[in-house]
């Protein structure tokens, strides 16, 4: 089955423990991304990656890093994560139609 | 810059009537792509219909259709004979020029009575 999957699915944290969500996708898509999704703002991009070793800033990019060493991964990395970071995060993965295609999200409190 | 208006922050419709949610967009380029998605209280996001800039038919797929009036710039999303499992988030999404990001209308929560 094609499908786009994150790990894990819900995450309570405190302020300042890094923490990685994984994501990954079986589709060979080239492209991938992050979003976070706020109550009254809708997805925002966080990071994207056109292909391997590819990266990007979209518009919330502050305090999130990320990784594409292999095609299949994206990984969503928080440094030092702090309560405003509390959000649902989506990864996504594109095929060359312009379809993206959205993993079932992480929901991650900092406290 | 790209801009999506969702202004229906909630609908309400009773099943198997048909409901539409409206969507619209600010863009000055003339390849676009306009995208609805649903989102359930479990949270996924689930692709539902897709509409190019240069297509000249409406998209439809299953009990979707877009209702895509270009010189409007509205792309307003059409549920025919809605179920109960319909209730939900809709956004409504337009992909930006270098397929770099979609840019998400706030969305519109439908609810499906009985």
């Known amino acids: 089955e094609a499908q786009v999957t994150q790990n894990p699915r819900y995450l309570i944290t405190v302020t300042g423990k890094k923490l990685t969500v994984t994501c990954s996708q079986n589709?060979?898509?080239?492209?991938m991304s992050w979003y976070r999704q706020d109550p009254g703002l809708g997805l925002r991009q966080i990071y994207y990656?056109?292909?391997?070793?590819?990266?990007d800033k979209g518009d919330v990019p502050e305090g999130y890093k990320v990784s594409r060493k292999e095609k299949r991964n994206f990984p969503l990395i928080l440094e030092s994560p702090s309560p405003n970071q509390t959000s649902l995060y989506f990864c996504?993965?594109?095929?060359?139609?312009?379809?993206?295609?959205f993993g079932p999200g992480t929901r991650l409190l900092v406290l | 810059a790209q801009k999506i208006t969702q202004t229906q922050p909630g609908m309400f419709v009773q099943e198997k009537e048909a409901v539409t949610l409206d969507c619209t967009y600010d863009?000055?380029?003339?390849?676009?792509?306009l995208f609805w998605y649903k989102q359930p209280s479990s949270g996924e996001m689930i692709f539902l219909i897709y509409?190019?800039?240069?297509?000249?038919q409406n998209a439809t797929e299953g009990r979707y259709s877009l209702n895509f009036q270009k010189a409007r710039k509205s792309a307003n999303l059409v549920i025919s004979a809605s179920q109960l499992g319909d209730s939900a988030m809709y956004f409504c999404a337009m992909r930006e020029p270098g397929f770099q990001k979609l840019v998400f209308g706030t969305g519109t929560r439908l609810l499906v009575s009985p």
């Open positions: 990656s056109m292909n391997v070793e590819v990266t």
């Open positions: 589709m060979n898509h080239e492209y």
């Open positions: 996504a993965s594109k095929e060359p139609g312009g379809t993206q295609y």
């Open positions: 509409q190019g800039s240069y297509d000249e």
């Open positions: 863009t000055s380029d003339q390849s676009y792509g």
